[in-house]
């Protein structure tokens, strides 16, 4: 996509944001969008910060980290699966760590961010639609995650985020997702009441964002409404065709 048509899909995401906010009597400012990058080349996420969209979403450790360099003035958010043995690669590199989702995978970020001499801030992950297909700790489970995850000590806990099931073919997206969103909300509500810094909600995507806007979202992680379809892999450092193997990341 070129850059004009990239710019007019970032007027119509924000333009459904600010309808949705406007009905919830909400402040579009109260929702950050995350354009999510993942399979992309640096030149769409370079488009997408150059049309003011900063905060950049991918679901891979390495892919975000081939990518950061080529980037300048992103904020990343790793939206996706986090290995434990890879905490180490994220750490010290002020990314938001959305999907926190059992207590070994704190302990290793914590441990780590130790090392490092910083606080790595997480969103911890429930799966509330429990969709044996997605990641995140049960319902009955949160609390007690977000409790443990906030006290280790180089660990901040600054909200929770989901991924509803997907709707039926033709269904109403915004329908399914919603009372998931409802739930994650009360979730959030009940953190909060014990533990303040828990503010934040990621939910919502391209085709449900209406919902979570309306259920409370302050992050939507939003892909193809803004740069179109995906590749079906991972983009790769050599996938650039004037790629010099010794800029790669070490
Ligand atoms: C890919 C992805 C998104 C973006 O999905 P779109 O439907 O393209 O907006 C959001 N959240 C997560 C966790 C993802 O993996």
Redesign the pocket.
Known sequence: MTPEQVAARVDEVRGRVAAACAAADRSPASVLLIT?T?THPPSVARTAVAAGLVDLGE?RVEELLAKAPLVEGARWHL??QLQRRKARDVVGRQVLVHGVDRRSLADALSRRAQDAGTLQRVLVQVNVGDDPAKAGCGVADALDLVAYARQLPNLTVEGLMT?PPMPPDGGDANAVARPHFARLRELRDDARSRFPEVVHLSMG???DLEAAVTEGATMV?????ILGPRGDRAWRPSDDPDHDPTDDPA
Not at 221 to 225: P, S, Y
């Open positions: 999510v993942k679901n939206i996706g991924v995507m391209s085709a992680r939003v892909g193809t409404a």
